[in-house]
Structure formats: C-alpha cells, structure tokens
C-alpha cells in the first residue's frame, strides 16, 4: 500500500512570509496527526483529525497556525506569518483509527524560516 | 501533563546487545511505543507495551514495568544500519494520541 505523503519535502521562507503544507495519509485511515520536530528533539503533536473533526488541537499556536482536513481524507496546515523559531521539520502521520497506536509517518516537510 | 526521559547518546559496536531506557511520568498511562528514526527520514513504529513484560520483534525487544513508569527497548546482534535516533512515545489518556520523548542517538561502531 502507498505510505503517508507530504509535500513540498523543503521550504524556505523569510520570516513574516505565509506557508502551507498538504499531507495525504495512508487509504483508509481514520487519524491524521501533524507533528512539529524541532532538530535533536522528539516529535511534537500540533493537531490530531478524526476523520474531518479535531480531536486534539491544545499545542497548536491558533493565533499563527491553522489546520483542516474537509474531506477526512488530506490535510494542509498553514503557517501565517511564520517566525524564525518555526523552523522545523512538520510530519504528518496516520492511523487506522482513534485507539491504534501504531502510527505511519510521512517524510516530512523541513521548514526553514530566515 | 507527560514528561519523559532517555539518554541523549548511546554507543555500541557491531554484534553487541545495547539497552535504551525510559522513564516517564504521566497523569494517566495507557500504553509506551518505540520508533526509529534515521537521520531525514520519517520516525518508524517498532514496537508497543500496552501492559507489563517483554514484547519481541525479531533482533528488537521492548519492556515494560508499569509499576516503576519504566521501559526500555533491547537491541541485539547490532548492525550498522540500526545507527539512528529512537524515541519511546506514551499514550496521552485525553486524546489518544502519543506524547514523545527527546530521543537517543544510537552509533554503531565498526
């Protein structure tokens, strides 16, 4: 089966600039999950879909970040204006539904904001 | 809230047995998984403890001891290609999803 896929896979923007980033996860999956990994940290949830609906989205920064998946199927998040401690690699991931805990990341999208 | 704790840097040479621990600390504890992560590549699931004891996936295992918020992930017949960064990831009891620790950077020497 075809795994998670992200795209751009690199972006740089200067600072104050907008981005987006689409995510379309494994056929069938119910969860979608972006995460931000700061270089030498662990991934960080931002936001988790299930289906169209947000189950989780406490870590997200709303007054700059935002986030849907209208179909329940893909997803984009939008940075708007993005700062300099922004710079990141965003991951998205999926899973088969709400209580597995397996999850399939993409490649990612590495962010680099000057 | 969650916290958890690896090493930051674990070194072993080809063929030996290494050990990466985890300790945490949660409000409320449903399950630990491990993934792998290569340097620019996307965090891989290795493996889940939901309750306590060994879990085995081929050369990996994983432990755990709900009783000490402690688990660890066992690497054995080492190769090169197990070189990269592994995290242990607890299950956040309000929204299902998994709350990741800062890894540890595995090298495998020669």
């Known amino acids: 089966e075809a795994g998670v896929a992200q795209s751009p896979r690199y972006k740089i923007i200067e600072k104050r600039q907008s981005v987006a980033f689409w995510c379309n996860p494994i056929s069938g999956h119910a969860t979608l999950y972006w995460y931000q990994q700061i270089l030498g940290q662990g991934p960080k949830l931002l936001i988790q879909f299930q289906n169209n609906g947000v189950v989780d989205d406490s870590q997200l920064p709303k007054d700059r970040f935002s986030a849907e998946r209208l179909k329940g199927v893909d997803s984009t998040l939008k940075i708007q204006p993005a700062k300099l401690e922004d710079s990141a690699v965003y991951l998205c991931?999926?899973?088969?539904?709400?209580?597995?805990?397996?999850?399939?990341f993409g490649p990612g999208t590495r962010l680099t904001v000057t | 809230g969650q916290s958890l704790e690896q090493p930051s840097e674990v070194t072993a040479v080809e063929g030996a047995i290494v050990q990466i621990n985890c300790t945490y600390q949660?409000?409320?504890?449903?399950?630990l998984s491990w993934y792998q992560q290569h340097d620019g590549g996307a965090p891989t699931f290795l493996s889940y403890?939901?309750?306590?004891g060994l879990e085995e996936t081929g050369r990996f295992s994983s432990f755990l001891s709900r009783s000490d918020s402690y688990g660890y992930l066992l690497l054995q017949e080492l190769q090169m290609k197990d070189s990269a960064s592994y995290f242990c990831a607890v299950r956040d009891p309000r929204g299902q999803n998994f709350v990741f620790g800062p890894g540890t950077r595995l090298s495998v020497l020669p």
């Open positions: 949660t409000s409320g504890f449903y399950g």
């Open positions: 403890n939901g309750l306590d």
């Open positions: 991931a999926s899973s088969t539904g709400h209580g597995s805990y397996e999850q399939y």
